[in-house]
């Protein structure tokens, strides 16, 4: 009890204190003190402790006013010296605001970046400052934040032009930078000085805080209480889920008080969890410890005074006012700041800021939030502290670094992460790098926290424990940071920069001597690897490091001293790595030929070799600059190139390549997927820069300083093929008759890959300083080869490209020159297509394809060729030449060497016998020769002078063998196989080649000679060659068109032989076939010149036709007859909201719901849609539990949902897998009986009245009779002629009754939303309504999509509706009589009033299509008992008639005040219906009374009946029309004028309806009394209720900003409804209601029908009847759910400007709406489509079944 009390007495106390407290006083008593830190900290240690913490549940509303009255006031006065109000607002008066933005991002905030003008990626404006900035009209790259950074607008380092926006363009008068602390007086300054002092110390002191039970000196409460709080802080290694299980075990709590906990945890880095004694929290503390340390370190928990609490909130609650207080002023800010940064008492790293930065890792996260903010707003909006700053941050990197790895928080919310703030500006990262020596630091700190090394001293990642793993993650941040230093390359070099850069290389190369060589690889032979060796850590190292290599080199590339140095560093590392490597090998002598050459024995298939050679590929690097540099021409006495041996620098990378060709091979699959991964990176954009293309530069360069024959000799010895061709014989194929086929299978593939080094080695030229190329040509060609292959979207090419480290490809710049665009349509995307004029530059053996890329352009290219006309040959294309130091390489082409091998291989194709040749391998020689014929032609053509060739391919290659074994020349080979039989393929190529060489030859001699003679002659003999060719070509055409004629006629023959000799049978079927065409019942009319009527006494009786149909399942006929085998139809009945009028409308409960009337405001309807496929009803029941069957056993193996529900009685169309849940039966159609009995309105009235009487009598003797009084009524005499017990026959047969009562049913169960329950007595309500509402949406989406009324429908639709139609009318035989004779004269009641029936809806609250379609099927059952030969189409035509009546009178009491319009003159005709409708109008203004306005002008009110009429007379003539099967006028087949004429007679109406009124206007008038006297009626006029205006608008999705940042920036300012203030993770967009959602959390949850779900899971229920459609905004894609199992995404309507969606913002280029694609999604929701879209979506894609949609 006592605690309860004193809980009480605290506020009161408080209270005292509060009025007797005064903030001007306490401000002016610190003035006077000479102690104010002791002061200050005697009245917080005072007031602190009884403000914040008091209970268990806290208060932040009191608690911020409390506090800010007691304690932040007194500050604020002492501060201003005067009353802050007035204090604050003359600082900011005199404040010059700052240049720069500072606006700190809110996660999912939109960021923009202009990928021209900024410095790095880094630098983003917000989107304020982006409108307001030139670089909106740039490209730029648009991304959400993940919170945290700032807004760099104002800063010119980060622009390259256009740094400010308008809002901070600078002022010309202020440019003179003056201190901002001019305009603050002395004293003023001083005053800040001491307050922010202490506050600031105050903050520091209490969050770095570490005891729990007592308080720094000068702050112990005066008053002690016994209260702790057990405090939960977060980590990320718990998941939810544990955190949630725990706290309901530990401080038995609710689920749902456990996800709060667990949420506010996530957020905020802790929460109390208990309050009370000492014991009682340790108690919890010890049951959460006990409970989680079990998979991994325990929760942290920690039992703290209430009091330490009370302080740590208020320390929190300082530094934000420190942060509000210095946004006043830069003068303030600045005071701060040097407060912050200034030593203490201790020395190094005392200051406030060092201590906070110090204790990061200590500190929960939302403390470290604040004080992180904090440091935005001050330190770094001061560009002169910021440096200071960045000075100690620097200082500090690694004890910073150190402690994160140890941190288990992500680095968002490490102060670690302010590094890209501070490091991405350049001034402050060269500042940074030659006074603190950062790149050393950043690098040394990397391979520190890297131990594990071998003996070689490399890295090693084997048997990575988690932690391990973990620390890598950690480690590979640092990578960042170097990334951030290194991001802008200098323009100017200081001797200081030069030096601290270059020693910063040297701890860079030595990070990349541990990598050179680690995880070798020796190959498996005999059984496979037994565990797959860890690869990826390597991987993930050369990948972050990559764009360090890249840019190492670019910043050597500014300065050639640096650059020189650094390849004197760089040579020296790899010559200590190679003597490291010595192993052991031994010298041998090769010799081919006629050369020779001195190498070592080596060999990849048995030594260890590794694919991590980094020191080799960054030298390649630099010796590509020297020659683009020209450092190699203009300085060669400072470069070690003599030293250099070509033999060492080609080991590695060739030992390299030849693994990756022996690997193509096979010689390594017992090597495991390990290797193969490794080869695929190895090739891949994401690492190929910095190593395969490395590889290939190192050989190059290496070969340029050799002797080619040398090169290729060991090139030979290391592919292990040398013994192949270095035998004096192995022209004459050498002997391996005996050797294994595999052995032969893999020397070929090993010769093919070997072909393809050397034409890389001598092809590839098109990087600058290897060709003479310019920096775009490389990229060129990239493009124009990934192009070859197919079109591609631009985000196919981004990925084909490598990135650089600005993210950017540099494609933009020259992608139009080989390529034109092709804009995508409703679907797929858009596609560049290459320029054909680009096509002749395709080198088929470009080095960058795979195999695969390889076949598929080689495809391309030749069909393309083919379709042109051309010769279907690929030759190589023409190349640029090469730069000085790469030279010498074309003599590979020409050397000895080469000539034999090229040689060797023609003559094993010339006589191919064994396998021991390949296809590939020719035309890999073939390519090689036509390489070296280019480079002569090349040169012939450039030379002034003969003298200057010194490229002679053309005499070598005509030159047979030395004297002993007489070989043939390669040319000589070369005719052999020009007309091989085996080699059609390769003829076209030979024949180019041999072309060229005579033209070579021409052009040599036309050099020697002058006569020109001999070149016009060889020119003629081609021509000939040319056109024998073609004509031989078109014979061979013309004989085969011959041929395929023949077969076509002989065919044709016996096809009429047959039909002649099987006549009857043909005869039978034509028969049946024109029998089943005219089924559709549109062709002929009876009567055909009489106009068409579908309702009344005239309608147009279409002639008699069978109907027979088949059935999908078993493929019988059958005719549909009422006596016969049912027929079905699979059909969807789902609810729906499509057309709601109002979506506020709460759903109605399904127990106690009379669904009969249907309000005009759509709220909810029953939508039934077919895919229109028959089967019989017995084939489909067995097919149905055949489904059950699968699906209960598939219950038990997998516990995943499939795409339908076999509980909900869904299936899928076995023929289209269209999902289904239930089927309609086919009936034929009702034969109307021609009996003459056709009374008119008054006689009808009268015979209907009786009737009524009669079944009411006859309704009340069925009922038990109660006590209550007898009616007095004497009993009325039934008219004679209708018979109120007599049963009518049942005209159908079993199968079809029980198929009536099946689809009943479904509608039923589904509309209503309750179990299925054949008896009820709403079932046939709720199959008329469904039919009326499926007519209706139909109606809308004809009008919508513009098309006319009938002939437009799909046959689906079409037999869908006569089937609900038929069905409706047919469905009072499957229930019970009397109930459905009810629903007759209740509908009835709504129009003529009845005095037995009460509670009739007022007019104004009943949906007229509805109410026609329900009595007009509802009427069988009673004319069923009617024997007086009255006539069925009569009362139809009164019902129908009264009901237009009582919809007009509808339209005019709703219809709104007139607009001004312009009169339009109106002609005879329309004068009777303005006078009608006026005349109509003022007599329903005499009932109502004052709620109607006046309305003068008839043409108005005229107009308001037709086009409020309309959508319901066509909605009637779709009803009658499937109703009874007549035809529609042509007419209404079009969309032309005079629609409204053809309808009126179509629907037996007259043109001016309100003759249907003035007609009768003596019957009618009572009616209309009663209706207009309704009490309803007046209340829903005066706003009572929901009033809906004709014709109802069709409702669309909602409208969407053109720009998609509009909606990224509307959703970052969206907050969790539920969780106060919160962001939201994942804020989701209703399209149909625009209501904003936080999805997919545990904040947003609600229990519906007993499970809890997601947001908008719950939304769909509400909104559109379990149908939602969503657009996710942070992802941007559109989210389609139904019901709660089932969803899928589906493509956004947004695209960027190459046609192509960006779901998940990954790419980040501007999105704008695309109109079509939104309509589309659009149309399927109007269509109802959007749950058999799902449908087929989860089919398709499996892995969209297992998501738990109903959490989103």
Not at 915 to 933: D, F, K, N, P, Y
Request: aromatic share 8%; charged share 20%; net charge negative.
């Amino acid at each position: 009890m006592a605690a309860a009390e004193s809980d009480r007495e605290v506020p009161s106390a408080l209270c005292t204190e509060f009025l007797n407290f005064s903030v001007k006083d306490t401000a002016s008593k610190w003035l006077q003190v000479t102690d104010l830190y002791k002061e200050v900290y005697h009245h917080l240690a005072r007031y602190v402790p009884k403000i914040y913490c008091l209970g268990p549940n806290l208060n932040p509303q009191s608690e911020d006013l409390l506090a800010q009255m007691l304690l932040q006031s007194p500050l604020e006065w002492y501060l201003c010296g005067e009353d802050p109000s007035t204090g604050l607002a003359k600082l900011e008066q005199n404040n010059q605001p700052s240049q720069l933005c500072g606006h700190v991002f809110k996660v999912g905030e939109p960021t923009y970046s202009c990928r021209e003008c900024a410095a790095d990626p880094t630098c983003v404006l917000c989107m304020q400052c982006f409108l307001g900035s030139v670089h909106k009209e740039h490209r730029y790259r648009m991304t959400t934040s993940g919170g945290g950074g700032f807004c760099d607008c104002g800063d010119t380092e980060a622009w390259k032009k256009g740094p400010y926006c308008q809002k901070h363009e600078p002022n010309i008068s202020d440019s003179c930078q003056e201190d901002p602390l001019a305009h603050l007086s002395t004293d003023m300054i001083a005053r800040c000085y001491n307050v922010f002092s202490v506050v600031l110390k105050y903050a520091v002191d209490m969050l770095t805080w570490d005891k729990e039970d007592e308080l720094p000196l000068g702050l112990e409460p005066p008053d002690r209480s016994d209260t702790y709080y057990c405090m939960l802080f977060n980590d990320e290694v718990h998941t939810y889920e544990q955190v949630i299980y725990t706290l309901q075990k530990a401080v038995n709590c609710t689920q749902k008080e456990a996800v709060s906990f667990a949420t506010t945890v996530d957020r905020d880095g802790r929460k109390s969890v208990r309050f009370g004694d000492f014991a009682f929290c340790e108690l919890a503390k010890s049951v959460i410890v006990r409970n989680t340390s079990r998979q991994s370190k325990p929760l942290r928990v920690q039992v703290m005074h209430s009091s330490v609490v009370a302080h740590q909130c208020f320390a929190l609650k300082a530094l934000h006012w420190l942060g509000h207080v210095i946004g006043y002023s830069d003068a303030l800010r600045r005071i701060l700041c040097q407060v912050g940064l200034e030593r203490g008492p201790e020395g190094e790293n005392s200051s406030l800021v060092d201590t906070l930065m110090l204790c990061d890792s200590k500190m929960w996260k939302g403390a470290r939030n604040v004080y992180h903010q904090l440091f935005m707003s001050s330190l770094l909006m001061d560009l002169k502290y910021k440096k200071l700053f960045a000075i100690q941050f620097a200082k500090n990197y690694r004890r910073l670094q150190t402690d994160f790895m140890e941190d288990d928080h992500e680095r968002v919310v490490s102060v670690t992460s302010l590094s890209v703030q501070l490091f991405t500006v350049p001034t402050m990262a060269r500042m940074l790098i030659t006074e603190e020596n950062l790149m050393t630091t950043i690098i040394r700190t990397f391979v520190d926290h890297l131990r594990h090394r071998d003996l070689q001293g490399r890295f090693q990642f084997e048997r990575y424990t988690a932690q391990q793993a973990f620390k890598f993650r950690r480690v590979q941040s640092l990578i960042g940071d170097l990334k951030y230093v290194l991001i802008s390359r200098p323009t100017e070099w200081s001797d200081q920069l030069r030096e601290k850069f270059l020693e910063g290389l040297d701890t860079f190369l030595e990070l990349l001597k541990c990598m050179q060589g680690m995880d070798p690889v020796v190959r498996q032979v005999g059984q496979h690897i037994e565990m797959e060796p860890e690869w990826e850590a390597a991987f993930t190292l050369q990948m972050k490091l990559t764009h360090i290599i890249s840019m190492i080199q670019e910043w050597c590339a500014t300065d050639e001293r640096v650059l020189i140095e650094a390849y004197k560093k760089c040579l020296t590392a790899l010559t200590h790595c190679h003597s490291g490597f010595a192993d052991g090998e031994q010298p041998i002598t090769l010799s081919m030929c006629g050369h020779s050459v001195d190498t070592i024995r080596y060999c990849v298939s048995q030594e260890k070799v590794s694919i991590h050679l980094p020191v080799s590929r960054l030298l390649a690097g630099l010796h590509v600059l020297l020659s683009k540099m020209e450092v190699a021409y203009r300085f060669p006495e400072q470069l070690p190139l003599s030293e250099l041996s070509p033999p060492m620098l080609i080991e590695h990378p060739l030992r390299c390549l030849v693994l990756c060709a022996q690997v193509h091979a096979g010689m390594w699959r017992r090597n495991g997927f390990s290797l193969v991964n490794q080869i695929y990176y190895y090739h891949n954009v994401k690492c190929r820069v910095e190593m395969f293309d490395k590889d290939l530069i190192m050989l190059q360069a290496g070969a340029s300083m050799m002797d080619p024959n040398h090169f290729l000799m060991i090139v030979l010895s290391r592919f292990e093929l040398y013994h192949i061709f270095s035998s004096a014989d192995c022209r004459k194929r050498y002997n391996r008759e005996n050797a294994n086929k595999d052995v032969v299978q893999q020397n070929n593939t090993l010769t093919e890959e070997m072909l393809h080094l050397i034409m890389m080695v001598v092809g590839e030229r098109f990087e600058a300083g290897i060709g003479q190329v310019e920096g775009c040509d490389e990229i060129k060609r990239e493009i124009l080869h990934q192009l070859c292959i197919r079109p591609m979207a631009h985000s196919e090419l981004v990925k084909a490209l490598p990135e650089n480290e600005n993210k950017e490809t540099g494609m933009e710049r020259v992608i139009d020159c080989v390529a034109s665009f092709k804009k995508p349509g409703v679907t797929g995307r858009g596609l560049y297509e290459l320029r054909p004029e680009c096509a002749k530059q395709f080198n088929l053996y470009f080095h960058h394809y795979s195999r695969a890329d390889q076949s598929k352009a080689e495809e391309a290219q030749r069909k393309l060729k083919r379709q042109n006309g051309e010769d279907t040959a690929l030759p190589p294309p023409v190349l640029p030449p090469f730069c000085p130091l790469f030279a010498s390489l074309v003599n590979i082409l020409q050397c000895d060497v080469l000539l034999g091998m090229l040689g060797a291989v023609l003559q094993w194709a010339v006589e191919p016998s064994a396998g021991h040749w390949s296809e590939s391998m020719l035309q890999r020689v073939l390519h090689l020769i036509g390489m070296a014929l280019l480079e002569e032609q090349q040169q012939l053509e450039n030379s002034s002078e003969d003298n200057d060739v010194y490229f002679n391919f053309t005499l070598k290659m005509s030159r047979p063998g030395e004297a002993p074994s007489n070989t043939a020349s390669v040319l000589a080979l070369l005719e052999n196989l020009q007309n091989a039989p085996h080699l059609e393929v390769h003829e076209g190529m030979i024949r180019w080649l041999l072309k060229t060489v005579a033209g070579i030859k021409t052009m040599r001699e036309r050099s020697a000679s002058a006569s020109t003679v001999t070149a016009s002659e060889s020119r003629g003999q081609e021509e000939t060659a040319c056109d024998k060719d073609k004509a031989e070509r078109k014979r061979k055409a013309e004989m085969a068109r011959l041929r395929r004629e023949k077969v076509m006629a002989q065919m044709s023959e016996m096809q009429r032989h047959f039909i002649n000799e099987n006549k009857e049978l043909f005869q039978q079927s034509l028969e049946e076939l024109d029998a089943s065409t005219s089924t559709s019942l549109e062709h002929s009319p009876a009567s055909s010149d009489a106009a068409l009527a579908c309702v009344g006494p005239r309608r147009s009786r279409p002639g008699e036709k069978r109907q027979v149909v088949t059935c999908i399942l078993c493929q019988e006929e059958q005719e549909i007859r009422a006596d016969g085998k049912a027929m079905v139809l699979a059909a969807f009945v789902q609810r729906s909201t499509v057309m709601s009028k109002n979506r506020t409308r709460p759903p109605h409960d399904p127990k106690h719901y009379d669904p009969l009337f249907m309000h005009p405001d759509l709220s909810f309807g029953t939508h039934t849609g077919s895919c229109g496929h028959i089967m019989h009803s017995h084939c489909w029941q067995r097919y149905f539990e055949a489904v059950q069957a699968k699906e209960q056993r598939r219950q038990q193996r997998l516990r995943v949902h499939t795409s339908y529900d076999v509980g909900n009685g869904e299936f899928l169309c076995p023929l289209c897998e269209c999902l289904s849940n239930t089927v309609i039966p086919l009936l034929p159609r009702t034969m109307g009986s021609s009996s003459c009995e056709q009374p008119g309105l008054g006689q009808w009235l009268k015979i209907s009245g009786q009737q009524i009487k009669a079944m009411h009598s006859a309704h009340r003797k069925l009922q038990p009779v109660s006590t209550v009084e007898e009616t007095v009524e004497e009993e009325c005499p039934a008219p004679e002629v209708f018979t109120v017990d007599y049963i009518p026959t049942n005209p159908y047969s079993s199968t079809i009754k029980e198929m009536l009562a099946t689809f009943g049913t479904a509608t039923y169960k589904v509309g209503l939303k309750v179990h299925p329950n054949e008896q009820d007595p709403r079932i046939p309500i709720m199959c008329w309504s469904s039919c009326a509402y499926t007519i209706q949406s139909i109606e809308r989406l004809l009008v919508d999509e513009k098309k006319p009324l009938f002939g437009s429908l799909p046959c689906r639709q079409d037999d869908c509706l006569s089937s609900l139609a038929r069905f409706g009318s047919a469905c009072w035989t499957a229930a019970c009589q009397p109930t459905v004779q009810g629903h007759f004269i209740r509908l009835l009641a709504a129009l003529i009033p009845d005095p037995q029936v009460e509670a009739s809806p007022c007019i104004l609250d009943v949906d007229m299509l509805h109410l026609l379609v329900s009595v007009v099927l509802s009427y069988g059952s009673v004319h069923s008992q009617d024997s007086s030969g009255l006539s069925v189409d009569a009362v139809q035509l009164h019902l129908f008639h009264l009901i237009t009546v009582a919809h007009m009178v509808q339209i005019l009491l709703t219809s709104g005040p007139e607009e001004v319009t312009m009169e339009q003159e109106s002609g005879e005709a329309e004068r009777g219906e303005e006078e009608g409708a006026c005349r109509l109008y003022n007599t329903l203004r005499t009932h109502v009374g004052s709620s109607l306005p006046e309305v003068a002008s008839g043409w108005h009110l005229w107009r308001c009946v037709k086009t409020g009429i309309l959508p319901y007379l066509r909605g009637a003539a779709l009803f009658f029309h499937h109703l009874h099967g007549v035809p529609a006028p042509p007419e209404l087949h079009a969309l032309c004028p005079g629609q409204w004429e053809v309808l009126c007679g179509y629907l037996s109406l007259p043109s001016n309806l309100l003759q249907l009124f003035h007609g009768q206007q003596e019957l009618l008038e009572p009616l209309l009394h009663g209706w207009c006297t309704h009490p309803g009626i007046q209340q829903t006029l005066q706003g009572g209720g929901v009033l809906v205006s004709f014709p109802r608008e069709s409702n669309s999705l909602i409208d969407l900003p053109d720009d998609y940042s509009a909606l990224i920036n509307q959703a970052s300012s969206f907050t969790c409804p539920k969780s106060g203030g919160d962001k939201s993770r994942a804020p989701t967009l209703c399209l149909v209601c625009g209501s904003m959602l936080c999805s997919q959390s545990y904040c947003c949850q609600t229990e519906l029908e007993g499970e809890d779900v997601g947001a908008c899971t719950a939304h769909t229920f509400a909104c559109g009847a379990g149908v939602g459609i969503f657009l996710r905004v942070r992802e941007s894609q559109v989210l389609f759910l139904a019901g709660k199992t089932k969803g899928c995404f589906y493509a956004p309507p947004y695209l960027d400007d190459y046609g192509e969606t960006d779901q998940g913002l990954r790419r980040g280029n501007p999105l704008h709406l695309c109109h079509e694609r939104y309509r589309k999604i659009q149309k399927l929701w109007r269509q109802h489509n959007i749950t058999e879209e799902i449908g087929h979506a989860q089919e398709a894609n499996q892995t969209l079944v297992g998501i738990d949609w109903q959490h989103l």
